[in-house]
């Protein structure tokens, strides 16, 4: 199974592991990276620390967007990874993907102002505004590995 989290065109982490259950993967088998400077300099700090398996690494605390695509991967490895909202159209009203709001999270929009003004989400109807929000709470890590109803 291959695990994959990605900024579009930016840093990406690719991680090969046994097993084709999200929910149960197996032995991690080879890990790909590729990002910004940041980006690598934090995955060799931590690989030297904590050594090549990442899903016995530490979650990190940071909110920038290396920490949130480490977080996403080792989460994925414990197999924890519970993002809480599953459709994939987050916006009906201007058909905004979920895809879209994510990255624009992931990318440094953390609140659901800067998220609307970068995709276009919520300037309608409003209804959609609570999933934003628990998208932007779930990348932040305020509810790790918990489902929002
Ligand atoms: S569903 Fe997003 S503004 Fe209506």
Same mark, same amino acid.
């Given at each position: 199974m291959v695990i994959k989290v990605e900024l579009e065109g930016r840093d990406f982490l690719q991680v090969e592991c046994e097993g084709e259950n999200l929910q149960t993967p197996g032995r991690v088998l080879k890990v790909d990276m590729k990002g910004c400077t940041e980006f690598m300099e934090m995955m060799q700090k931590m690989k030297r620390h904590? $050594? *090549?398996?990442?899903?016995k690494w530490p979650l990190p605390e940071s909110n920038d967007h290396s920490s949130m695509l480490l977080r996403e991967m080792i989460l994925k490895l414990r197999g924890e990874w519970k993002f809480p909202y599953e459709e994939a159209e987050v916006c009906h009203c201007r058909t905004v993907a979920t895809h879209t709001v994510d990255q624009a999270v992931i990318a440094g929009a953390h609140t659901p102002e800067v998220v609307t003004r970068q995709t276009? *989400?919520?300037? *309608?109807? $409003?209804?959609?505004r609570p999933e934003v929000q628990k998208i932007i709470d779930y990348r932040l890590g305020k509810t790790p590995g918990k489902v929002s109803a």
């Open positions: 904590f $050594g *090549a398996d990442l899903s276009s *989400a919520s300037t *309608a109807c $409003g209804t959609c």
